[in-house]
């Protein structure tokens, strides 16, 4: 056998160590190092990645010898920084999760990089490797006749507790509808093939984390809204987020309409949330309907038990990262999920957070 693959992780908190236990699940691979400062991610870290040797900093990281690639899993606001010093000093193949950056402050040093960087690049956008989402995308053209309006609805549980509560404010996160909705930005231009033209969103922080506080900060993300954005192709597409609706049956659905029909996907959200006493988690679903002749094909999507249990995504990081894989081991020519897609889904973010704080429509153009 080959000598494994060997990945080096920035960041274990709970989406890094998700990262961990599918990369655990992919033939032939190795978690060879992971930075990570603190001691109780470290140590939940080690279940999951026994012979990972654990540094104290980026530049450690990127001078442990033999690394494959590296996966980075930190914080929203360390990505670019930390994209740079690959770049400086080791650029390998990369998997950065998203948002690609979080302020329009960093839109310049994202540019430069892209421009620069020698090797693959990947943004995780799990999202689209969820199968009833992957099963969604390969029928919602036909299905509709052309896709004329696309919804997108999420009503889940409010943030989770992160390390250091940095997703508690916008300066770090890059504000609810950048750090939560950049997926749902991506798909919106994934299934339309077109860029967006411009956004209308309202929103606002009704619910969640009022009485938190935080170095006597009180938390500043939002938790439900609108965002209606305009493509250039004339299809236009909505978000509808709601961050206090945990008792739905179904977390996310997504539906395409056009001249000939309807195709939507129901996701499920992550089983460990689902209540025992009500049996089995619900069945990720792909309803079909025509409108002629009308009679909606209602088709169960499951997802292997194995990589269910590897994280609360659905499956999807598993088949990212398999992806991920073929690249670094030269088996695909190019990232799936490029550095513009990740801008993109970022800028768009950007749009629906500047269009509820000066309440107003605004351009692309304002933003790229």
């Known amino acids: 056998m080959s ?3 060997k990945y080096g992780i920035i960041g274990c908190g709970m989406m890094g160590q998700e990262h961990l236990r599918n990369i655990a699940l992919l033939p032939n691979t ?19 990645a026994p ?7 980026v530049q450690a990281l990127l001078a442990v010898d033999g690394l494959d690639c590296i996966m980075i899993a930190s914080p929203n606001f360390r990505h670019v920084e930390q994209l740079e010093a ?10 950065v999760e998203k948002p690609l950056f979080t302020s329009i402050d960093d839109l310049k040093r994202v540019e430069d990089f892209a421009a620069n960087y020698p090797a693959p690049v990947w943004v995780a956008m799990e999202y689209r490797y969820m199968p009833p989402i992957a099963a969604f995308l390969e029928e919602a053209e036909t299905v509709t006749g052309g896709i004329k309006m696309l919804t997108v609805r999420e009503h889940r549980f409010p943030f989770l507790e992160k390390v250091d509560d940095w997703n508690r404010f916008n300066v770090q996160s890059g ?6 909705c950049c997926h749902f930005f991506d798909l919106m231009r994934l299934t339309l093939k077109s860029e967006p033209v411009r956004v209308m969103a309202s929103g606002g922080q009704d619910v969640n984390h009022l009485d938190e506080r935080y170095d006597g900060e009180t938390p500043d993300i939002l ?7 305009e493509f250039a192709s004339g299809a236009r597409a909505m978000l509808e987020l709601c961050m206090f609706a945990e008792g739905a049956e179904y977390q996310e659905d997504v539906s395409a309409v056009g001249p000939n029909g ?3 996907a129901f996701v499920p959200g992550p089983g460990r949330f689902w209540p025992e006493h009500l049996g089995a988690a619900p069945v990720p679903k792909l309803v079909i309907s025509p409108r002629d002749p009308k009679g909606p094909e209602e088709r169960d999507i499951p997802v292997d038990p194995t990589i269910l249990e590897a994280g609360d995504h659905n499956g999807s990081t598993f088949y990212q990262h398999q992806k991920f894989l073929e690249l670094v081991r030269g088996e695909r020519d190019a990232a799936e999920v490029s550095l513009h897609d990740g801008k993109m889904a970022v800028l768009m973010g950007l749009a629906a957070q500047i269009s509820i704080a000066e309440n107003r429509m605004v351009e692309m153009s304002e933003l790229a």
């Open 3 to 5: 000598e494994p693959t």
């Open 262 to 264: 309807k195709a939507e």
């Open 30 to 48: 190795q978690v060879a190092a992971i930075f990570e400062p603190n001691a109780q991610m470290q140590a939940d870290s080690a279940k999951f």
């Open 223 to 229: 938790d439900n809204g609108y965002v209606i954005v």
């Open 175 to 180: 504000g609810t509808f950048v750090e939560k």
């Open 86 to 95: 690959l770049a400086a000093q080791n650029p390998l193949p990369v998997l």
């Open 51 to 57: 012979d990972a040797q654990f540094v104290d900093s």
